[in-house]
Nanobody
Framework: VQLQASGGGSVQTGGSLRLSCAASGNTFRIDDMRWYRQAPGKERELVAGITSGGTANYGDSVKGRFTISRDNARKTVYLQMNSLKPEDTAVYHC??????????????????WGQGTLVTVSS
């Protein structure tokens, strides 16, 4: 099971970016999906999460500016980031609770992580 994140880049304050994270591999079911971020010298922070049914939750610092969504058919989670601020600068990682079938035909539950995508917001 792999998660591939994309969509990071550099924008100015007030700009927007959309991150995507697609799961691949022999996934049987994907439950909660999340976006985390980690800025230099800071601890990792939960940005947003979404259940398989579409219920979303957000960190206080991004409420009203970021929107998380998912396409279950495409095994993809998105993060629409609007009104970006310099303090949003970080590496963004996606994470998902995945149930997959291994080569022994056993169901295995894992927390899969994407490789991270850098978001830089300049003032």
């Amino acid at each position: 099971v792999q998660l591939q994140a994309s969509g990071g880049g550099s924008v100015q304050t007030g700009g927007s970016l959309r991150l995507s994270c697609a799961a691949s591999g022999n996934t049987f079911r994907i439950d909660d999906m999340r976006w985390y971020r980690q800025a230099p010298g800071k601890e990792r922070e939960l940005v947003a999460g979404i259940t398989s049914g579409g219920t979303a939750n957000y960190g206080d610092s991004v409420k009203g500016r970021f929107t998380i969504s998912r396409d279950n058919a495409r095994k993809t989670v998105y993060l629409q980031m609007n009104s970006l601020k310099p303090e949003d600068t970080a590496v963004y990682h996606c994470n998902a609770d995945v149930l997959y079938l291994n080569y022994a035909e056993e169901y295995v539950a894992v927390k899969a992580w994407g490789q991270g995508t850098l978001v830089t917001v300049s003032s």
